[in-house]
């Protein structure tokens, strides 16, 4: 097929990178070695959740924006693949220590109103029981900017669109020629490569594990306690995660699931027994800047680079997908500052660990 974009790359934000250029009208092929979310976008959570509103600044305006978008991007995806995504934009719950938590916040709450446009509200609720965690406070934050995704069914289902709008998505070691641009969307072996070709770090792997319980919770809020997040899926499963490990031995999963696990039984006491259908490890791509870099590839010329979604690539995913899609099929430049590939290096040595 004649192509006008090359992605290398499919988790999700070469997959919706892809997507958002056929739906441009752009003949894409997407050329993945491994397989399609063979990296961090196989992972189970899929909790699409805000930074606390405060302390306002252009990645929390991007993440807002996309979040924003997030209905209309995976709902318009759905119709197109004919497959669904697990999208729901449920909310979430996060219990309230003491006093001192419970001024903050409520003055987070008071800045949303502000921030977050009207499109969306924090507010303190008080505890009642069922589907919440224990808070000693009484009270519970919630927010309904938060959703969940199924990411498995996410990610199949860009690649059905892709296919549906005439591109293609072509998984393994065959030698395929790129053609157009390229843009590049390779996770931890991607910053691995800038990294290398600009002569200093730019970011490096982190290890996340998460669990897959069946527990049928599907119209249920995501839960943050403690850093940790419990996520009901609409397929009738909850996802657990996820550990942040800078130093691993080995990438596979290991027995800091069950320490996850256990964290989880005791903030749910609900999910004790619940059989436990998947464990999962991976490394996510952590820049320098802990911001995702984006832009051309500096020194390079036709080549393009949408990295570093960390924690959070599904939730910006459609934002990134469109930056990306302006700036490769229309020349137009929306990146935010912060996000640019130049802005995201670091010349001082053995600084992207840090």
């Known amino acids: ?41 196989g992972g189970p959570v899929g909790a699409l959740a805000p930074h606390v509103p405060e302390g306002w600044n252009a990645k929390k305006a991007f993440q807002l924006d996309s979040l924003l978008l997030s209905a209309e991007f995976w709902g318009g995806l759905a119709a197109v693949s004919g497959l669904p995504t697990g999208y729901g934009r449920l909310g979430r719950l996060q219990p309230v220590a003491d006093a001192a938590a419970l001024a903050l916040a409520r003055r987070r709450a008071a800045s949303a109103l502000d921030f977050w446009q009207g499109e969306a509200e924090w507010r303190l609720v008080q505890a009642r029981g069922g589907w919440e965690p224990a808070s000693p406070s009484g009270w519970l934050i919630h927010d309904d900017l938060s959703a969940r995704l199924h990411p498995g069914l996410a990610c199949s289902a860009l690649v059905a669109a892709i296919g549906a709008l005439g591109g293609e998505v072509i998984v393994g070691p065959a030698d395929v020629p ?24 730019v970011g490096v792997a982190e290890k996340g594990q998460a669990v897959l319980l069946r527990h049928d919770a599907r119209q249920a809020p995501q839960l943050l306690v403690d850093g940790l997040h419990v996520v009901p899926h609409a397929d009738g499963t909850v996802a657990v995660g996820s550990t942040s490990e800078r130093g691993f031995d080995s990438v596979g999963p290991d027995d800091k699931l069950d320490a996850l696990l256990s964290r989880a039984v005791a903030a749910m006491p609900m999910l004790a027994g619940a059989p436990v259908l998947a464990r999962w490890a991976g490394l996510r791509p952590r820049t320098v800047s802990r911001s995702p870099i984006l832009g051309e590839w500096p020194g390079r010329p036709g080549w393009f680079v949408a990295n570093g ?46």
């Open 178 to 201: 790129a053609a157009g641009p390229v843009i590049w969307t390779t996770g931890v072996a991607g910053l691995a490569a800038l990294s290398a070709d600009l002569g200093y770090p």
């Open 1 to 41: 097929m004649a192509v006008d974009v090359t992605v290398r790359g499919a988790g999700v934000f070469g997959l919706a990178i892809a997507y958002e250029c056929a739906r441009r009208g752009a003949r894409v092929r997407v050329i993945e070695p491994v397989a399609v979310a063979a990296g961090a976008s």
């Open 309 to 354: 979604g960390f924690k959070i690539g599904f939730g910006l995913a459609p934002k990134v997908a469109q930056v990306m899609a302006e700036l490769v099929l229309e020349g137009r430049d929306g990146i935010p500052d912060g996000f640019r590939v130049e802005d995201c290096l670091s010349p001082t040595p053995g600084s992207g660990g840090s």
